[in-house]
């Protein structure tokens, strides 16, 4: 089945940029009406939903982080990846990448990747 | 934004008990409600999709029912892996939105 790998630095330094990859395996991120999500959960806390893409490129995000964030596809590295920008030590969390299916239920996960924002 | 609400915050149960979980949105959101479990240091899993759909490879100890605004999750005989921390999500009305969580001991 599916598989989703984030990758990226552990640890940015506030006012900088964050960026994250997520390598999808045993599967084609071109194919199926999936949304390619990213989701973070600050640790001891709740889920928050960052934003998605489908395959073209369409992209949709959360509001209260739309001027922060940019979610991008390479198809031809079967990835999509994740910049926020300006963190702050609010930003530190565990973010996962995930694909959404047809009602929108996050049905396959990466492990997660922990990103703390400090200097 | 659609608010999600989820009660209790946290439970206290048995093995073999029968445990329900309430998630109540802000709005209708139809059927469009997902419910995963969260284990220690890993990422979610969902059970039930689309209100009352269980996902492929889930115990049919879980069931999800409820639409419009009132959802419940249902363990009818809890096991100890069953020990975690559970979220309803809607997934009708971007952003999507989880509720708080309940975090179900022992």
Sequence with gaps: QVQLQESGPGLVKPSQTLSLTCTVSS???????????????????GLEWIGRIYRSGTT?????????VT???????????????S??????AVYYCARAGGFG??????????????S | DI????????LSASVGDRV?????????????LNWYQQKPGKAPKVLIYGASSLQGGV?????????????????????PEDFAAYYCQQSLSLPYTFGQGTNLEI
């Design chain 2, 3 to 10: 608010q999600m609400t989820q009660s209790p915050s946290s």
């Design chain 2, 20 to 32: 329900t979980i309430k998630c109540r949105a802000s709005q209708s959101i139809g059927t469009y």
């Design chain 2, 59 to 79: 115990p049919s100890r879980f069931s999800g029912s409820g639409s419009g605004t009132d959802f419940t999750l249902t363990v009818s005989s809890l096991l």
């Design chain 1, 27 to 45: 599967g084609s991120i071109s194919t199926g009406p999936y949304y390619w999500t990213w989701i973070r959960q600050p640790a001891g806390k």
């Design chain 1, 87 to 92: 963190v702050t030590a609010a930003d530190t």
């Design chain 1, 105 to 118: 239920e996050l049905e396959h996960w990466g492990q997660g990747n922990l990103v703390t924002v400090s």
């Design chain 1, 71 to 85: 979610i991008s596809v390479d198809t031809s590295k079967n990835q999509f990846s994740l910049n926020m920008s």
């Design chain 1, 60 to 68: 949709n995000y959360n509001p209260s982080l739309k001027s922060r």
